[in-house]
C-alpha cells in the first residue's frame, strides 16, 4: 500500500512538472532546462511502467526459455524512441497518459474484485459461548466446537453453522443464498454463518467447526473463481506476448518501409514508426475479457451461484444438452399427497381425523407427508400398531382402521382397483384405507416437482437444449414427473455408473453436456460433464466436485447463469472487435500523417477503458431471469391430472 502510494505521489509530480514545463517552453525559456525538466516528469510519472515493462519482459522469458515481451514494454520502447528523436515533451504526455489511464484501468479492474472481497470480508471472528453454567464468554469462531452452545443477539451475525434450540429469530441469508427477505425460523432450524439475525435473541447449537461452514466454502469457490480465467482470457492472455513480438517485429519494417518506400525522410519514418508501435499496442485486446468475467462472477456470487472458475461460466453459453437428476433437484426431494379418494365421502371428517391420529404417530416418510396434508377438526387418541414393511392399523370405537400397501389386500371393489391402476400409471405411490379388513378409499403420494422446475424445463427447451432427467426410480415414476416437466428424454432405473455412461455418450456425440444433481450418486456425472452443476441444499460431495453451485436450491438461478453467460460472451466479443478496429483505425490514419505520439496514447487508452467500462456493465446483473413462480392458486398435481379428486 505505501508502494502504491508512492507511486501516485510521483505520478502526480511529473503531471504538475509537465504542465509547468509547458509554460516554460511557450514562453521561450532555457530549453535545456525544459527538455530537463520534461524527461524528469517522464521518469517520475512512468518509471514504475518502465520498470514493469522491462522487468516482467526478462524474468517471463527466462522462465519460459523464449521471448515474452508485453504491452508496457512497448510503451516504454515508445517513449525511449521519442526521447532519441528529440520529442522530449511527448515521450513525457505518452507516459503520463499511459500510466494514468493503468490506474484508471486498475482501479475499474478492481472493482470487480472488490466485489468479489466483500465477500470474504464478511466472514465472522467471534461468538458468544454459553457454558453449562450459564455463563456467557466470548470466543474466536475457529475454537468453536460442535455441540457448543451459542448465543446471537439481534443484528449480529450467525458466528457458525447450527441449529437453534430456543428464540424466534428473522435470518438475513442473502450472503449466503441471495434471497434478501429475511426468513423468520423456531427451535430445529438451521443457521448459518455470515447470515444476520434481524430482530430476536436466539440459542442455537453448534453443528459445525470454522472450517466446515457453508460460508467457508462459499468463499473458497469464491477464491478458486478469480483464478481460473475463461478460455478466451487465457487464450488472451497466451497470445499476448505473441502479438506483442508481432509488433516488435514490424517495426524496423515500417521503418524501413517509410524511409525506402515511401520518402518521408528518416525523421519522419522513426516518428511514425513509433507512433505505430504505440498504436498496436494491445492494450485494449488484453482487457476485453478478464474484467468482464471478473464482474460476471462478482454478480452472479451475489445471487447465491458460485462458479469454481471463470471457464465455466464462459462455456455454459455453449451448452447443447442438460441431463437432471430426479430427487431434490426436479423434485422436491420428499413425497407428498397428490390425492385423496373415498368410496363414500359422508364420513370424511372422522376419517380424516382417523388417518391423521395413526399416521402423526408413525416416524416414517409416507406417515409424515400423510400427516401434515390432512388437517384434524378433532384431536383423536388411538393406540397404534406398526408393521414394519406393510403398513400401520389401529382401533378406534369398534372398528380397526389400517393404512396398507395395496398388495396386503386381496378384493376390493372395481373402483378402487381402477383408481389404484391409474395413480400407480402416473408414477404414485398408493396406500389404502380400510375398514374392518375393507378398503374404503385410498390415498396417492408422490416426490413433486419444485416449483421452478417447469420453468426451467422449458427456457432451456426454448434456447434449443436438449434436455434429460437421468433417475433411478422406475420407468412409472420417473416418465410422469418427465411427462409432468416436459422433458426431452427420460431414462429410468439407472446406477450411479450408468448415469456416467448417459453422459459420455452425449459428450462423444460433440455435445457440450451439462449435469444438475444433488446427491452421492451424481457426483461421478457431476465430474463427468463438461458443467457440473450441484443444488446447494445437496451433500457434499456433489458440492465439492461440482463446477458451479446454486446456494439455493433453485433452479430459476440456473437460468440465471445461463443468461449471464450469454451476456458475457457477447460483451467479450464487443471488446475484442472493438479493440482490433481501434488498432486498424490508428494504424491507418499514422500512414497518412494523421497521428501525434500524444493522439495515439490517448485514443488508444481511451479505447481501453471503454473496454473495461463494458465489461464492468456486467456488475450491475441482468433482469431477473425469464422463469418466475406465479403466484395466482394453481391446481396441485393431482388434480392436474385428474380433475374429479374427492376429498
Not at 435470518?171 to 427451535?187: C, V
Not at 385423496?340 to 409424515?368: G, M, R, W
Request: charged share 20%; hydrophobic share 45%.
Amino acid at each position: 500500500m505505501k508502494k502504491l502510494k508512492m507511486t501516485t505521489k510521483l505520478y502526480f509530480f511529473g503531471l504538475i512538472l509537465y504542465l509547468l514545463d509547458l509554460v516554460l517552453m511557450f514562453s521561450g525559456f532555457n530549453s535545456a532546462i525544459v527538455t530537463s525538466l520534461f524527461l524528469i516528469a517522464t521518469v517520475s510519472s512512468g518509471y514504475h511502467v518502465i520498470f514493469e515493462g522491462f522487468e516482467k519482459t526478462i524474468l517471463e522469458s527466462k522462465r519460459t526459455s523464449r521471448f515474452m515481451p508485453n504491452i508496457h514494454l512497448l510503451m516504454s520502447l515508445g517513449a525511449v524512441g521519442a526521447i532519441l528523436i528529440g520529442s522530449y515533451e511527448e515521450a513525457a504526455l505518452l507516459v503520463l497518459i499511459f500510466a494514468g489511464a493503468h490506474f484508471l484501468e486498475e482501479f475499474a479492474e478492481g472493482k470487480s474484485r472488490r466485489e468479489i472481497k466483500a465477500l470474504l470480508e464478511m466472514t465472522p471472528v467471534k461468538a458468544k459461548r454459553i457454558d453449562d453454567d450459564g455463563k456467557a464468554s466470548e470466543i474466536s469462531v475457529n475454537d468453536v466446537k460442535i455441540g457448543d452452545r451459542i448465543q446471537v443477539q439481534n443484528g449480529d451475525e450467525v458466528p457458525i453453522d447450527g441449529q437453534i434450540i430456543s428464540g424466534q429469530p428473522a435470518i438475513n441469508e442473502s450472503a449466503i443464498n441471495g434471497e434478501s427477505i429475511p426468513r423468520e425460523k423456531g427451535p430445529g432450524d438451521n443457521v448459518f454463518a455470515g447470515t444476520v439475525n434481524g430482530n430476536a435473541t436466539f440459542m442455537m447449537t453448534a453443528t459445525k467447526r470454522n472450517d466446515e461452514t457453508v460460508l467457508a466454502k462459499i468463499l473458497k469457490l469464491v477464491e478458486q473463481s478469480q483464478s481460473h480465467l475463461s478460455k478466451t482470457a487465457t487464450r488472451i492472455k497466451l497470445l499476448e506476448p505473441k502479438y506483442v513480438t508481432a509488433v516488435l517485429i514490424l517495426f524496423p519494417l515500417v521503418l524501413a518501409a517509410g524511409y525506402w518506400g515511401f520518402n518521408w525522410g528518416l525523421n519522419v519514418s522513426l516518428y511514425r514508426s513509433i507512433v505505430f508501435l504505440i498504436s498496436a499496442s494491445p492494450c485494449a485486446f488484453a482487457a476485453a475479457a478478464v474484467p468482464a468475467t471478473l464482474s460476471a462472477l462478482s454478480q452472479l456470487a451475489k445471487k447465491g451461484v458460485l462458479f469454481k472458475g471463470g471457464s465455466y461460466l464462459s462455456n455454459l453459453a455453449e451448452l447443447e444438452t442438460v441431463a437432471f437428476d430426479k430427487t431434490g433437484t426436479l423434485t422436491k426431494g420428499e413425497p407428498e399427497v397428490t390425492d385423496f379418494y373415498l368410496v363414500d365421502s359422508k364420513d370424511k371428517d372422522k376419517l380424516t381425523n382417523i388417518i391423521f391420529a395413526i399416521e402423526s404417530q408413525i416416524n416414517h416418510p409416507l406417515a409424515a407427508a400423510i400427516a401434515s396434508h390432512f388437517v384434524p377438526t378433532e384431536r383423536l387418541q388411538v393406540d397404534v400398531s406398526n408393521e414394519i414393511g406393510k403398513g400401520v392399523q389401529a382401533v378406534y370405537g369398534s372398528k380397526v382402521y389400517a393404512i396398507k400397501k395395496p398388495s396386503l389386500f386381496s378384493e376390493v371393489s372395481s373402483l378402487i382397483d381402477k383408481k389404484m391402476r391409474q395413480f400407480a400409471g402416473e408414477g404414485k405411490t398408493v396406500v389404502y384405507l380400510a375398514e374392518n379388513d375393507k378398503v374404503i378409499g385410498l390415498i396417492a403420494l408422490m416426490d413433486t416437482p419444485n416449483e421452478r422446475s417447469k420453468q426451467t424445463i422449458q427456457f432451456l427447451k426454448d434456447q434449443q437444449i436438449h434436455t434429460m432427467m437421468i433417475t433411478g426410480d422406475s420407468k412409472q415414476t420417473g416418465e410422469a414427473v418427465g411427462q409432468l416437466l416436459g422433458i426431452d428424454e427420460v431414462i429410468t432405473n439407472v446406477l450411479p455408473e450408468q448415469k456416467v455412461d448417459v453422459i459420455k455418450q452425449q459428450k462423444a456425440q460433440g455435445k457440450v453436456t451439462g449435469m444438475v444433481g444433488d446427491g452421492v450418486n451424481d457426483a461421478p456425472a457431476l465430474v463427468t460433464a463438461d458443467i457440473g452443476t450441484a443444488m446447494g441444499d445437496g451433500t457434499d460431495v456433489a458440492v465439492d466436485v461440482a463446477d458451479v453451485v446454486l446456494m439455493k436450491n433453485d433452479l430459476s438461478k440456473f437460468v440465471t447463469s445461463y443468461e449471464v453467460s450469454k451476456r458475457l460472451k457477447k460483451v467479450v466479443w464487443q471488446n475484442i472487435i472493438f479493440a482490433l478496429v481501434v488498432v486498424m483505425v490508428l494504424v491507418g490514419l499514422n500512414f497518412f500523417g494523421l497521428m501525434t505520439i500524444g493522439l495515439g496514447v490517448f485514443m488508444h487508452e481511451g479505447s481501453t477503458l471503454l473496454v473495461i467500462l463494458n465489461g464492468l456493465r456486467l456488475l450491475k446483473g441482468n433482469k431477473d431471469s425469464n422463469v418466475s413462480v406465479t403466484k395466482q392458486t394453481e391446481p396441485t398435481l393431482g388434480q392436474k391430472m385428474n380433475p374429479a379428486i374427492k376429498g
